[in-house]
């Protein structure tokens, strides 16, 4: 099956800094999604994005599928963007069964 | 929001007991997906249904089953619980537009 690596593992950032994770996949994908998982463990859908640049609000994120990677960026970091962010992808023709990578732990320091 | 719900939210059972997880949307998905959370290994699917009746498993399969019998129910069946059952178990819908998946807010099982 597809596999999905998502680098660094954890960070550690002050209020205001930027961050960019990656994803990288090993297969051709018609979903691409990231998620926020909050403190209290609900997941957050930030962006559904096989290929293209996005963004929204402090967030942005864009997917090379040709080479298959995707980068979520987060600029001026808030204590609130705290909590695990995961990539997951889908290959075409499965049904859109999402393999999840193990996901980026942030956290953000005052 | 997407219109999921599970229930129960937290469970505690004891080995060898049968439990039954129920993930309910409002909007008339078709298609609908169980994952477990465990720590490490992020979500994996157990099994999915693309519509009423139709099913099939995902990569964790093993010891689990599940019944559609309306769209809008999603039944996940531990037969006889073991303690490596033991996760965070989350419903999700893929939108009627797209392939985007959204999430229920999860049920956390423990089994002792």
């Known amino acids: 099956g597809i596999q999905v690596e998502q680098s660094p593992p954890d960070l550690i950032l002050q209020e205001g800094a930027n961050s960019t994770l990656r994803c990288n996949f090993s297969?051709?994908?018609?979903?691409l999604q990231w998620f926020h998982q909050n403190p209290w463990g609900q997941l957050i859908n930030l962006f559904y994005?096989?290929?293209g640049t996005k963004q929204n609000g402090r967030l942005s994120a864009t997917t090379v599928a040709t080479e298959r990677y995707s980068l979520l960026y987060i600029s001026s970091s808030q204590t609130t963007d705290s909590g695990v962010y995961f990539c997951?992808?889908?290959?075409?023709?499965?049904?859109?069964?999402?393999?999840f990578g193990t996901g980026t732990r942030l956290q953000v320091t005052l | 929001d997407a219109g999921i719900t599970q229930s129960p939210r937290h469970k505690v059972t004891e080995t060898g007991t049968p439990v039954t997880l129920r993930c309910h949307q409002t909007?008339?998905?078709?298609?609908m997906y169980w994952y477990r959370q465990d720590p490490g290994h992020g979500l994996r699917l157990i099994h999915y249904?693309?519509?009423?009746?139709?099913?099939d498993k995902g990569e964790v399969s093993d010891g689990y089953s599940v019944s559609r019998s309306k769209t809008e129910d999603f039944l996940l069946t531990l037969e006889s619980a073991t303690s490596s059952q033991t996760s965070v178990y989350f419903c999700?819908?893929?939108?009627?537009?797209?392939?985007?998946?959204?999430f229920g807010p999860g049920t956390r099982l423990t089994v002792t």
């Open positions: 999700a819908i893929r939108s009627g537009g797209g392939y985007e998946q959204y």
């Open positions: 297969d051709s994908v018609n979903n």
């Open positions: 994005i096989p290929s």
């Open positions: 997951a992808v889908a290959n075409p023709g499965t049904a859109s069964k999402l393999t």
């Open positions: 909007e008339n998905h078709r298609y």
């Open positions: 249904s693309y519509g009423v009746k139709d099913t």
